[in-house]
T-cell receptor, first 112, second 112 residues
């Protein structure tokens, strides 16, 4: 069965410093992987997706993620954090059609 | 496009009352999802439809919950009778591409 593990429940960075949100996946097959962001009192929004084309995926708002099969990882990064990046981030796996598996989420705090 | 529209945004009701949550998906999307989000359990898939047909309702907690999609532009999630443990934020999402979900703003339900 597929699973997604987000290694940090909370991450705190200073504005202007790099962001790293870690995600490991477990899957019998090559999954499609996604990152979603949820701002307070809002629905989730798709940041980026990996579907077996390029291993480095660029998303919205300067975020990118790299698929590493050997490490079963799909970490989300951003070179320079902005205050507006403060939100909860979800790593998501899609192995069988529309049956998505969500990670537990990582809350990103950005300090001024 | 107006995005996924959910109503009501907030609902406060008393235990035993019937609750109906409504969702209008994005026009042209062929899949619709109902999720529930709580602090304790995170994001849970309740049910999803493909072309108005329920595909997977294994996440529906119990017989008190029911969902319908009478046409491509409308879906309801009903709880009858409601209980305090049903208090949560309920999200509707629609998609055309697997994994690329567009979420509504959510309906926050409080059952007293």
């Amino acid at each position: 069965a597929q699973s997604v593990t987000q290694l940090d429940s909370h991450v705190s960075v200073s504005e202007g410093t790099p962001v790293l949100l870690r995600c490991n996946y477990s899957s019998s097959y090559s999954p499609s992987l996604f990152w979603y962001v949820q701002h307070p009192n809002k629905g989730l929004q798709l940041l980026l997706k990996y579907t077996s084309a390029a291993t480095l995926v660029k998303g919205i708002n300067g975020f990118e993620a790299e698929f590493k099969k050997s490490e079963t990882s799909f970490h989300l990064t951003k070179p320079s954090a902005h205050m507006s990046d403060a939100a909860e981030y979800f790593c998501v796996s899609a192995e069988y059609g529309n049956k998505l598996v969500f990670g537990a989420g990582t809350i990103l705090r950005v300090k001024s | 496009d107006a995005g996924v529209i959910q109503s009501p945004r907030h609902e406060v009701t008393e235990m035993g009352q019937e609750v109906t949550l409504r969702c209008k998906p994005i026009s042209g999307h062929n899949s619709l999802f109902w999720y529930r989000q709580t602090m304790m359990r995170g994001l849970e898939l309740l049910i999803y439809f493909n072309n108005n047909v329920p595909i997977d309702d294994s996440g529906m907690p119990e017989d008190r919950f029911s969902a319908k999609m009478p046409n491509a532009s409308f879906s309801t999630l009903k709880i009858q009778p409601s209980e305090p443990r049903d208090s949560a934020v309920y999200f509707c999402a629609s998609s055309l591409v697997v994994g690329e979900l567009f979420f509504g703003e959510g309906s926050r339900l409080t059952v007293l």
